[in-house]
């Protein structure tokens, strides 16, 4: 495989990884605009420039460690391959996102607190 082959899978990894965010990104814009009239503040007050970034490179590299693991050096890019990197976009930033609020937050809170010291 060629530089410039390798370069076009992860790009293609990265692309359609992203675009399985985008669907999930979607449905959460939705759901952020209900929150956001439900409690009388507009839709910018309530949207997240930096989560949606912080999410779509996730997704990126969902799509990225899918192609490199399930489709490195196919000849032919199916749409059924096509189909499969989105769906680890979609699914995979929903693994990732899960993994770091339920296991590496948790983690940085325990370093962040101060051990209580005996006092003389």
Known sequence: MTPSEALYYILLGMFLGMTGQMIRVIIGVKKVQEKA???GREFKEA???RRLVISMLIGATA???GIVSLYW???EITK???LGLIAI???GTDFIEGLFRTKIQ???KEKSTPSSTPQS
């Open 106 to 108: 948790p983690m940085r």
């Open 73 to 75: 050096g196919e000849q």
């Open 37 to 39: 009239v439900s409690e």
């Open 80 to 82: 059924e391959m096509a």
């Open 89 to 91: 976009g979609y699914s």
């Open 47 to 49: 949207f997240d420039m």
């Open 63 to 65: 799509g990225v460690l």
